[in-house]
T-cell receptor
């Protein structure tokens, strides 16, 4: 049974810092991995999707990496801003694109 | 804005009642998935519909049922509501089979069962 874990559960950093969020999964037989952002009480916004054959994806200040063999992904946020404050969720996708989510990392960027 | 809409935004029901939640997929998408997100947890997969047929189901009882219509909009029905059904219900649409599996989520329906 696939399990997804995110560390840390919460993180507080000063504005301008670079930071790394971690995601690990127990079964390496995945089709893709997706990172989402969720603002309080809101739906999910897709940030990056990495196919199982890829090693990383970049969008603006965000970079996500995937190491299937070790069951790990990281989301790197460069030059953090207060507007980056949100919960970040990673999810692994199987053959039918059913997503299994971690419990998220709550990020607070202090001005 | 993902183009995925859900209604209603909030709903209050009492235990034992039935509820129907609605989702309008992003234009051109053929797949809709429903997720339940309890407070402080990650979303949990309920089921997925692909071209109007159920295409996978999570660990949810039969009182959770769904429909997908020819225009790819969808409904989630929950019978005999229980207190633990209180959660944010999210739908997500995607284009399965085209190498573009990114799922686009709607804003969710927050259900409170009293």
């Amino acid at each position: 049974k696939q399990e997804v874990t995110q560390i840390p559960a919460a993180l507080s950093v000063p504005e301008g810092e670079n930071l790394v969020l971690n995601c690990s999964f127990t079964d390496s037989a995945i089709y893709n991995l997706q990172w989402f952002r969720q603002d309080p009480g809101k739906g999910l916004t897709s940030l990056l999707l990495i196919q199982s054959s890829q090693r990383e994806q970049t969008s603006g200040r965000l970079n996500a990496s995937l190491d299937k063999s070790s069951g790990r992904s990281t989301l790197y946020i460069a030059a953090s801003q207060p507007g980056d404050s949100a919960t970040y969720l990673c999810a692994v996708g199987g053959a039918t694109n059913k997503l299994i989510f971690g419990t998220g990392t709550l990020l607070a960027v202090q001005p | 804005e993902t183009g995925v809409t859900q209604s209603p935004t909030h709903l209050i029901k009492t235990r034992g009642q039935q509820v129907t939640l609605r989702c309008s997929s992003q234009s051109g998408h053929n797949t809709v998935s429903w997720y339940q997100q309890a407070l402080g947890q990650g979303p949990q997969f309920i089921f997925q519909y692909y071209r109007e047929e159920e295409n996978g189901r999570g660990n949810f009882p039969p009182r959770f049922s769904g429909l997908q219509f020819p225009n790819y909009s969808s409904e989630l029905n929950v019978n005999a509501l229980e207190l633990d059904d209180s959660a944010l219900y999210l739908c997500a649409s995607s284009l399965l089979g085209q190498g573009k599996e990114t799922q686009y989520f709607g804003p969710g329906t927050r259900l409170l069962v009293l």
